[in-house]
């Protein structure tokens, strides 16, 4: 057993990638979407998905639509590989108790 990935083990970390995942691949997410359901700040999101985007679990959109930003996040190849890792890491310490 590995000892699972350190970058998707943080709390907001491994919540945005479990969003995430829940989508197709192909499937963005808003920021501000993102936020409402982590119930975080523009600043902690933002630290936290620079984060996933430097490890390149995540690909980060940022457009602006009538002079407003708009920011959309969608979980990579990459990303959904290493969370379907994590957690089957975190799947067998709770079966196995280890």
Do not use: C, W
Request: net charge positive; glycine share 8%; hydrophobic share 40%.
């Amino acid at each position: 057993m590995t000892d699972g990935n350190p970058i998707i083990h943080q709390a907001t970390r491994l919540k945005i990638m479990a969003a995430l995942n829940r989508l197709g691949p192909e499937t963005a997410l808003e920021f501000t979407r993102l936020k409402s359901i982590l119930e975080t700040t523009d600043g902690n999101l933002g630290t936290h998905l620079d984060a996933l985007e430097k490890a390149g679990y995540i690909a980060v959109d940022k457009q602006f639509e009538a002079r407003k930003p708009r920011t959309r996040v969608k979980a990579t190849a990459a990303g959904r590989r290493a969370f379907a890792e994590h957690v089957a890491y975190l799947r067998e310490i709770i079966d196995n108790g280890v």
